[in-house]
């Protein structure tokens, strides 16, 4: 791997956050009317072998989905934090690298400055 093989654009990469974060909150607010709708559904299914049915197939797996969900927009929430700490975390990481190698290439040239 050469030297310019990696790069990040970084503020292309911190972009992205306010967009996981919009994500987040429209999937967290479609979430919440799904627990509302599925909600509805319980108590008001026939007793019935059709209503029976339903209940025991339909209302188990969208409950499961509402978990899923739920994990989906947690998941989406953490990304947005998390690719803010990863764009600054890789920042900071450029700059401490690049005063190492000013540094180094100081010491390479005797002490002498390039300005």
Request: proline share 2%; net charge negative.
């Amino acid at each position: 791997m050469s030297g310019n093989d990696f790069q990040i654009e970084l503020e292309e990469f911190r972009k992205h956050v306010p967009r996981f974060e919009e994500l987040s909150k429209e999937l967290e607010t479609e979430v919440r009317q799904l627990v509302s709708d599925v909600g509805a559904l319980f108590g008001k299914v026939g007793d019935d072998d059709l209503g029976t049915a339903f209940s025991d197939n339909y209302l188990p797996m969208a409950q499961k989905a509402v978990e899923e969900f739920g994990k989906v927009v947690k998941n989406l929430s953490g990304l947005s934090t998390n690719t803010a700490t990863v764009a600054n975390s890789l920042e900071s990481v450029d700059e401490s690298l690049s005063e190492a190698l000013t540094k180094m290439k100081s010491v390479m040239d005797g002490g002498r400055s390039n300005r």
